[in-house]
């Protein structure tokens, strides 16, 4: 398939791979930051082919991974509710919230509240939720609002939209990240193990990577703007082994088929219009200043928790379970195999954390592909 075969060459990936081995000298860690990106380092064995001395740390940039069990222990109270439908993509539908048990009648998720007749939908888009507000007036519809930036457009236009039409019983639970408050507060840790990034395309795409440039020199670690495919991986990481080799540290824009400096401007407009920065508790993380969207004041009807649906008081923030590691992996600390929990208690069927669930999630790349991939990259070609 065109532009996406050329990307997936098995010999052009041994290419980059040797030559990856003949410019470092010396032991690197690279951190990608979207969860994309560790499911094909995982799916093809990216990391099997690099010299054992680089090693490739996973970010936390998975958007269902990092949403806080607070968050979703509010979404399995709303769509509990029996005047509301409650709109979700498909992957946040088995993310654990705080009260995680086997029994059938408590709601741990919201398909667990799906099961017990709540009336839970999946959709793709906001707009699907909209739509479907406009065609039962008489619910009251809440959409999650979910992602990076990358998903904020479409959010945003929904409720811009809603306020235009006069829809009055559409709502958002908004979650919404943003990842360069999350770059530099894994940079800013004791623990930082990070020496050069990957950053996320697919968000560089609607936001561009001007705010990028000031954290490479602030931080000294270079950032390569990186896509999904095996051969934008290799390239992004020999770009960023050639800065750490050198003792640069700017922003490399590899994928630029998709990704301008300055980004998609109407996007941002639109984003910026309907929302503010505020901050935002991210599961594994803890909370980030200045790392999440809000609704403006403008836009404040359509928040979920000006309906008078949820109680006055806060949720407490739930216990952090001793037993799963998820804070760990998020932050790149740990590995999904180092869980004791890992496929054996926590399954995709039975997880015990959000990176177990998502199609973004480390664990659950693991558990999908790393015992069935080999080092032979005739693998790619299939």
Known sequence: MKFVDEYRDAQLAQQYADAIASIA????????????????????GIDTLLPKTITLIHGPGCPVCVTSAEIIDEAIALAALPNVIFCSFGDMLRVPGSAISDAASTPSDLLTVKALGGDVRMVYSPLDALKIAQNNPDKQVVFFAVGFETTAPATAMAVYQAQQQGVTNFSLLVSHVLVPPAMEAILSSPTCQVQGFLAAGHVCTVMGYREYE????????????TGFEPIDILQGIYLCIKQLEEG??????????????QGNEAAQHLIQDVFEVVPR?????????????????????????????????????????SECLSGLILQGIRKPHDCPAFGTRCTPE?????????????????????????KQWTRLDS
């Not at 640069?248 to 400096?261: K, L, M, P």
């Not at 990176?355 to 664990?363: L, N």
Request: with cysteine; hydrophobic share 35%; proline share 9%.
């Open 25 to 44: 000298t010396r032991p690197w860690s690279i951190m990608e930051i979207c969860g994309g990106q560790t499911h094909s380092i995982v799916k093809f």
């Open 214 to 225: 000031a954290i490479a020199p602030k931080y000294r670690v270079p950032i390569v703007v």
């Open 248 to 261: 640069t540290a700017e922003v490399e824009n590899q994928y630029a088929r998709s990704v301008r400096r």
């Open 281 to 321: 508790c991210w599961r594994g993380l803890g909370e980030i200043s200045q790392s999440g969207l809000g609704l403006r004041e403008h836009y404040a009807a359509f928040d979920v928790h000006n309906k008078g649906l949820l109680p006055i008081s806060p949720f407490p923030h739930p216990p952090i379970s």
């Open 350 to 374: 039975h997880p015990l954390g959000a990176p177990m669930v998502s199609s973004e999630g480390a664990c659950a790349a693991y558990y999908r592909y790393r015992q069935l991939f080999t």
